[in-house]
């Protein structure tokens, strides 16, 4: 029950997500694309004719890891706001059911949640920790697609790779049993990171779009060490931008989500949303 409960404050149920919504204007409007092999589940805000934006949340996650982006009002107006389950996670799954989905796997899966965009403008993609690794890895295999991606604390090197407690112990049944089936998925992706990102290592010089990384000094999750190997990995591409917050911790999103929109929109121009919205109201 302890090991259960651990994690149930990072955790929102189906009901606190309905009443974070009871009152709010702007409300989550849910999709589901199931085919034979796959059954990706993802939500929108925003008119389906503004540029996509596609958030990836890293492990355990879910699409609601990027609440407090996805209930911004400037974005909201000015983007078309996406954001998934990966595979393996929330109501996301290959058929039948996998324990393990590879960088490719998740890629071509998650690139279907931008069907649902008809503005025919390139997406910003943003992904997060492990989310972050599948975010270059959509960048570089769908380089018509995407515009920009923006890696918050990125775990993307395979030699800084880091094991928790619950990863070392959670083959085990016991342990399984009492943590949350996320936690249990977490684990398993863990054992199969390593191998995946030194295969990303050759894609990286294809990824044609800008790329903006944001790393945290006081992030205990993901080695900063992170940040240097991004640099290297991203030397050969001209827009790449590199921003380190001595002061943030591994959630960027929402230590700093002031940061993370001005590089989705541009300073400027979220400041020109801003006072248009104002001037609306």
Not at 103 to 112: C, G, P, R, T, Y
Request: net charge positive.
């Amino acid at each position: 029950m302890l090991l259960g409960s651990c994690f149930s404050r990072w955790i929102m149920t189906e009901s606190e997500i309905k009443e974070h919504y009871r009152d709010k204007f702007a409300k989550p409007l849910y999709h589901m694309v199931e085919n034979d092999s796959l059954k990706l589940h993802y939500v929108t805000f925003g008119a389906d004719t503004a540029q996509p934006v596609l958030f990836i949340h890293g492990a355990p996650g879910a699409w609601d890891g990027y609440l407090n982006m996805l209930d911004d009002s400037a974005l909201q107006h000015q983007f078309h706001l996406i954001s998934v389950d990966r595979p393996g996670y929330g109501k996301s799954q290959k058929k039948p059911k996998k324990r393990v989905y590879s960088l490719v796997e998740q890629a071509q899966a998650i690139v279907m949640a931008l069907k649902s965009n008809h503005s025919g403008k390139k997406a910003i993609i943003v992904g997060r920790s492990y989310g972050a690794p599948v975010a270059a890895e959509i960048a570089a295999m769908y380089p018509e697609l995407v515009k920009k991606v923006i890696l918050l604390s990125p775990a993307i090197d395979p030699d800084t790779e880091k094991f928790w407690w619950f990863s070392k112990y959670g083959k085990f049944f016991m342990v399984r049993w009492f943590l949350p089936e996320r936690m249990n998925t977490a684990t398993d992706e863990k054992y199969a990171h390593v191998a995946e990102l030194r295969k990303l290592k050759n894609e990286w010089p294809k990824i044609q779009s800008d790329v903006t990384v944001m790393c945290g000094g006081q992030d205990w999750i993901v080695d900063t060490t992170n940040f240097t190997f991004a640099k290297k990995m991203l030397q050969g591409n001209k827009n790449a931008r590199f921003i380190f917050i001595p002061e943030s911790g591994h959630l960027i999103s929402s230590s700093r989500p002031d940061l993370v929109k001005k590089e989705i929109c541009g300073l400027e121009d979220l400041k020109e949303t801003i006072q248009q919205q104002a001037s609306a109201n």
